[in-house]
């Protein structure tokens, strides 16, 4: 193996040094846990790291293809569950029930409900729960 000398500061060899105690507490022999692989292995992890910021610079992820994607499948499955509910509100199973039958009502209904669910994780600012 290449050898490589390298200077940190007393924090990152501090650093080191506990995750070496990690793993040997763990049960991690001296071999197998030392500051020489832990260092070859932060190395490694780092440059990982470095290469998929450099990939996603070069059109590897994009966040604005992605929203597009996202909101195109969420308008498609909005525009054919309207769709199924129409169908199904014609059935003659539900026809005269009007908490099955009513449009309106169910669109009521669904809208409740979806906002109580995106309350939970957006909370709208001023309405918190003290």
Do not use: W
């Not at 197998?32 to 998929?52: F, H, P, Q, W």
């Not at 498609?76 to 009007?98: F, R």
């Amino acid at each position: 193996m290449p050898r490589i000398q390298t200077f940190v500061s007393n924090d990152i060899e501090m650093k080191l040094n506990d995750i070496v105690s990690i793993k040997r507490a763990e049960g991690a022999s001296k071999d197998e846990a030392n500051i020489s692989n832990t260092t070859a292995m932060i190395i490694e992890l780092g440059i990982r790291v470095y290469e998929l910021q450099h990939e996603r610079r070069e059109g590897g992820f994009s966040q604005i293809e992605f929203n597009k994607i996202l909101l195109e499948n969420v308008v498609k499955s909005n525009l054919v569950c309207q769709k199924i509910l129409a169908i199904n509100t014609q059935n003659v199973e539900v026809k005269g029930q009007d908490a099955l039958s009513n449009l309106s009502l169910i669109a009521a209904q669904i809208k409740n409900a979806s906002e109580a669910v995106m309350g939970t994780f957006f909370p709208i600012e001023g309405e918190e729960d003290n």
